[in-house]
């Protein structure tokens, strides 16, 4: 993939992220994760995405 989208992407869901576990805050979970962590999630998730565009292209 194109690594502008996959920046994008990565600093779309990390705010989606942030957006979700600060509203959820402590009184639901057991710690807030760093910035960093955040960020990994985010990478992970765009990863999965990527490797799942991977997956149907060697399908096709």
Avoid: C, F, W
Avoid at 27 to 55: D, I
């Amino acid at each position: 993939m194109d690594q502008k989208v996959v920046r994008r992407l990565e600093r779309e869901i990390e705010g989606a992220i942030a957006e979700v576990i600060m509203r959820m805050g402590l009184k639901r979970l057991p710690l807030l994760p760093s910035r960093q962590t955040m960020h990994l999630m985010s990478k992970a998730a765009v990863a999965a995405y990527e490797a799942a565009v991977a997956n149907q292209q060697t399908q096709e």
